[in-house]
């Protein structure tokens, strides 16, 4: 059963199937059958993936691999390992509940909205286990094209500002990376005899530093963009306060992670020495973006601000411990990457709700809606703790692994990063202080309008079981990452000359054993 490709297609042919319902009113009821299909269904497909999974196995799993044009080296190549496993549960996990909080309220075009869902779930599933570079680009790509018809089309004020802010940004990233994958494959032709973009192939050719660097300056480029790593974030706050809340959510909690997978999938493993060379650059950036993103954070206005400016310095965070290029750091970064995407969802899942007291989301004219909605507040509680990641908290344990690792490799990145654990317990404290005690502006009836409704508990309790199983148990992420992030980083580590006791891999080997010939090479005859 090719498990992997059933996962990433399943929500394109849900897409394709919403063509045959009626359009309007009378295909309402359709629409939500064939949307709610296709995303319970990849949840339960990945569900079994992860039943399947072998986490001793380092490398790709349930690799499904066809020919598509292997004269100029492209192929349909798909697969799984401990990185990419976790994100796509997140993403099958966080779609299949934001398609059902859709299909619970309709928007207008209900139709195409379900239809562009399911096709941003298919571009990230497919993003994540693209074991090609190639594939990796088109599903790169395939998933900003339904974001940006969601936002265009369902988005509130501002949104054709918003967009083209976000389009211009993600093209000119998207641009670069197109470059550096095509000069990659010629560059390591020059350098093994095989044209590939196989990204296994690819890991252990011997680029000169030079190269490395370059090509990794290319995609990294690509990556800051999307992540968005500081100075590159300009067109977050735009897009997060302009997109609907439900696309906000999906964005800030999945997509926002497809440019650290690819530091982790791509930059450290295929150009260690580019890698080496700017790590130190890199998680600077990183850590201006945890300070900047704090403060202003701090200062926001209203709440999707808040949580916006906050991903920014919780991402800042997630890729310092990637460009760290140590093990331990990048454990806690892939459990942060997951902790991260739940949280957020359950924040702007809160933001929706005081949505209905508040609709401009401005947090000067709200207040004591503790009274009327106490579940509300209870729930909003332990996902601001999360945000906080106070010991005991799903956050906890990623943002620990982090600091320890960052701190063995550059004491001086680590202790500046603490910075944004002091400033997230202000501007998270200072959220719901401001929303849920103190007097009610507006009289007592608005606390009550804000409690939680079955609909809303249906989606904020699976959120709030899953920080809670994570805090109980971390190490059921972190122990199926552990062999993948030491095949990942330890290219990286040898580049960077860290201590044998901490290489805990054997770097691919060049030539690659298992290189696809050149076109017009002598196939081997087996006897």
């Known amino acids: 059963m090719p498990w992997v490709s059933a996962i990433v297609l399943l929500p394109l042919v849900g897409a394709l199937s919403l063509l045959a319902v009626p359009p309007g009113g009378a295909g309402a009821v359709q629409a939500r059958i064939h949307a709610l299909v296709a995303a319970l269904g990849t949840l339960v497909l990945t569900v079994v993936l992860v039943v399947e999974f072998d986490q001793d196995v380092a490398g790709l799993q349930h ?36 398609v059902g909080a859709a299909c619970w309220r309709l928007p207008e075009r209900p139709r195409g909205f379900l239809a562009l869902l399911l096709l941003a779930e298919t571009g990230l599933l497919g993003l994540f286990a693209a074991g090609h570079l190639v594939l990796f680009y088109v599903f ?51 350098a093994t005899g095989q044209f590939t973009f196989l990204i296994r192939d690819l890991e252990g050719v011997a680029f000169t530093d030079t190269q490395s660097t370059w090509l990794f300056l290319g995609f990294a480029l690509a990556f800051a963009i999307k992540l968005p790593l500081w100075p590159f974030h300009a067109w977050l706050p735009r897009t997060y306060v302009a997109a609907p809340i439900l696309v906000t ?85 892939v459990l942060q990457m997951i902790n991260h995407g739940v949280v957020v969802a359950a924040l702007f899942g809160v933001v929706a709700v005081i949505n209905r007291v508040a609709p401009d989301d401005r947090m000067d004219g709200l207040g004591g809606l503790a009274a009327g909605a106490p579940r509300l507040a209870g729930v909003f509680l332990i996902v601001a703790m ?87 148990w971390p190490r059921g992420i972190v122990d199926a990452t552990t062999r993948s992030i030491e095949r990942a980083v330890a290219p990286a580590q040898v580049a960077a000359g860290r201590p044998a006791d901490q290489i805990r891999a054997t770097p691919a080997q060049n030539p690659p054993a298992e290189a696809l010939p050149l076109p017009g090479d002598e196939a081997e005859v087996t006897p």
């Open 63 to 98: 690799i499904d691999h066809a020919g598509w044009a292997e004269q100029v080296g492209l192929s349909w190549d798909v697969g799984v390992d401990g990185i990419s496993l976790w994100l796509i549960v997140l993403t099958s996990a966080l779609f299949a509940l934001g």
């Open 140 to 190: 790169w790509e395939a998933m900003l094209v339904p974001f940006f018809f969601l936002i265009a089309m369902w988005g509130g004020e501002g949104r054709r500002r918003a967009t083209a802010t976000f389009v211009i940004y993600t093209m000119v990233g998207s641009l670069l990376m197109l470059v550096a994958i095509i000069a990659t494959a010629f560059v390591a032709r020059d």
């Open 249 to 333: 959510a999906l964005l800030g909690a999945v997509m926002s992670k497809a440019g650290v997978y690819g530091f982790i999938r791509v930059g450290l493993p295929v150009f260690p020495e580019g890698a080496h060379r700017l790590a130190v650059p890199l998680g600077a950036l990183a850590v201006a973006g945890i300070v900047y993103g704090s403060l202003l954070a701090w200062r926001a206005p209203t709440m999707r601000l808040l949580v916006a400016y906050s991903s920014v310095a919780h991402l800042g965070f997630i890729a310092l411990g990637i460009v760290a290029i140590d093990v331990q750091a990048s454990q806690g970064a």
């Open 386 to 472: 999360a945000s906080l990641a106070i010991p005991g908290s799903n956050s906890f344990a990623g943002e620990f692994l982090i600091l320890t690792g960052v701190f063995r490799q550059h004491v001086w990145l680590a202790a500046l990063a603490c910075l944004g654990i002091a400033y997230a317990a202000v501007y998270m404290l200072r959220m719901y202080q401001t929303t849920m005690n103190g007097p009610v502006p507006g009289g007592a009836d608005d606390g009550r309008r804000a409690e939680l409704r079955g609909r809303d508990l249906a989606i904020l309790l699976p959120l709030v079981a899953a920080m809670l199983v994570i805090a109980l």
